[in-house]
């Protein structure tokens, strides 16, 4: 009798990229090996993530529920995160299996096999996300970087400063595999979007008008 010791078929989502490459992805992994991906530019992914999976799961076969659903939590694209967490979670819902969210930067280290990298990634206004191996994500102005102490950086921010002091790993995105392997060290939860930054839309200054009779 075979004893299963952990999930085997995984659903794997990252609407975190925010820039013109193809940093978004949509993949199906089984026991460590990719069984189909989809890789999309990171602005305008989100109105593709649910025909991808759709059609991935269809050509695949995977007609019975994953063991689990693994996706990037940020930081990243707001409409892209948005779109794809809450697809994520649904699914999830749908198929009653655990939902694991993991950071943008601890997949793309996972992905590169090297937990010392810092993580730099494009965030608005001109500015850079900061993922460090310890510590809060923050969000920076390239030139206020104090990356003398880094020990590597990487992320598809690195062409914003041209000057690193440290060695540059140049990775924009994590694979699908580097996803999943991140995921071997967090709990299952809650997918919640990880927003370094508060969002630009706001509330009427007069408030909100009063719900219809």
């Not at 997918?191 to 370094?196: A, I, K, T």
Request: proline share 10%; aromatic share 4%.
């Amino acid at each position: 009798m075979s004893v299963k010791t952990g999930p085997s078929r995984t659903v794997v989502f990252n609407g975190a990229g925010a820039g013109a490459g193809l940093t978004s992805l949509v993949a199906l992994v089984e026991d460590g090996r990719v069984v189909a991906e989809k890789l999309m530019a990171g602005r305008g992914a989100s109105e593709h993530f649910a025909p991808t999976i759709r059609d991935l799961l269809t050509q695949n076969d995977w007609i019975t529920a994953p063991d689990r659903v693994v996706a990037v939590l940020g930081p990243g694209s707001f409409t892209g995160l948005r779109s794809s967490l809450s697809l994520a979670a649904g699914l999830a819902a749908g198929w009653n299996c655990p939902t694991i969210g993991v950071t943008l930067g601890a997949a793309i280290r996972a992905t590169l096999g090297r937990p010392d990298a810092v993580c730099v990634n494009i965030a608005r206004r001109g500015r850079v996300f900061v993922d460090p191996p310890h510590g809060p994500v923050t969000a920076s102005q390239t030139v206020d970087l104090d990356p003398a102490d880094w020990v590597c950086v990487t992320g598809d921010a690195v062409s914003e400063k041209p000057d690193w002091p440290c060695p540059v790993l140049f990775c924009e995105a994590p694979t699908a595999l580097g996803i999943v392997q991140a995921a071997q060290s967090v709990l299952p939860g809650a997918l919640m979007p990880l927003y370094v930054d508060p969002p630009e839309a706001k509330p009427p200054a007069a408030g909100l008008r009063p719900l219809p009779l």
